[in-house]
T-cell receptor, first 113, second 115 residues
Framework: KNQVEQSPQSLIILEGKNCTLQCNYTVSPFSNLRWYKQDTGRGPVSLTI?????NTKSNGRYTATLDADTKQSSLHITASQLSDSASYIC????????????FGTGTRLKVLA | EPEVTQTPSHQVTQMGQEVILRCVPISNHLYFYWYRQILGQKVEFLVS????????KSEIFDDQFSVERPDGSNFTLKIRSTKLEDSAMYFCASTPGPLGESPLHFGNGTRLTVT
């Protein structure tokens, strides 16, 4: 069964600190993996996409990694800011004729001043 | 930057009533979607729409649900007879091409509360 699991469920850090969010998936056949940021009361916004051949991709202070062998991805946030407080959702795409997006439950990050 | 807009932002309705959630996708996008997110749970796929017809739907999207593109800009989700368990955030999304080739562009959602 296609599943995406994220950890931790929630995280509190101080402003300026770094953090790493984890995503484990059992999705087949794997097409790509995206990290989305969802601010409270808003729709998710795509941060980055990882394809099978990519190991690392950065978008500003966000760096995503992908290990296709172990089926794990991480999102590292550097020098966190108050505006980073949000839910971060890992979404894995499977291609079985048509594409299917399998959503994780998200990690709720709170950055404190 | 163009965005997906949804109205209303919050809808309260009584059980058994019909509701229509409205969305204006990004103008040059051709594929449209509805997702829902029950409070504290993951985002769930409801339906995808392309070329004026449903291309795929989930088990959630039963006979109580319908979608329509009544004109060149609006994309609506109708729930015919709402149930308490329909209470959720409903997100409209669009993509310029087929799903998988580009990220979903989500609206900010309609919070539906069924009492």
């Amino acid at each position: 069964k296609n599943q995406v699991e994220q950890s931790p469920q929630s995280l509190i850090i101080l402003e300026g600190k770094n953090c790493t969010l984890q995503c484990n998936y059992t999705v087949s056949p794997f097409s790509n993996l995206r990290w989305y940021k969802q601010d409270t009361g808003r729709g998710p916004v795509s941060l980055t996409i990882m394809t099978f051949s990519e190991n690392t991709k950065s978008n500003g202070r966000y760096t995503a990694t992908l290990d296709a062998d172990t089926k794990q991805s991480s999102l590292h946030i550097t020098a966190s800011q108050l505006s980073d407080s949000a839910s971060y959702i890992c979404v894995v795409s499977a291609r079985t004729g048509t594409y299917k997006y399998i959503f994780g439950t998200g990690t709720r990050l709170k950055v404190l001043a | 930057e163009p965005e997906v807009t949804q109205t209303p932002s919050h809808q309260v309705t009584q059980m058994g009533q019909e509701v229509i959630l409205r969305c204006v996708p990004i103008s040059n996008h051709l594929y449209f979607y509805w997702y829902r997110q029950i409070l504290g749970q993951k985002v769930e796929f409801l339906v995808s729409f392309y070329n004026n017809e449903i291309s795929e739907k989930s088990e959630i999207f039963d006979d109580q649900f319908s979608v329509e593109r009544p004109d060149g800009s609006n994309f609506t989700l109708k729930i015919r007879s709402t149930k308490l368990e329909d209470s959720a955030m409903y997100f409209c999304a669009s993509t310029p091409g087929p799903l998988g080739e580009s990220p979903l562009h989500f609206g900010n959602g309609t919070r539906l509360t069924v009492t």
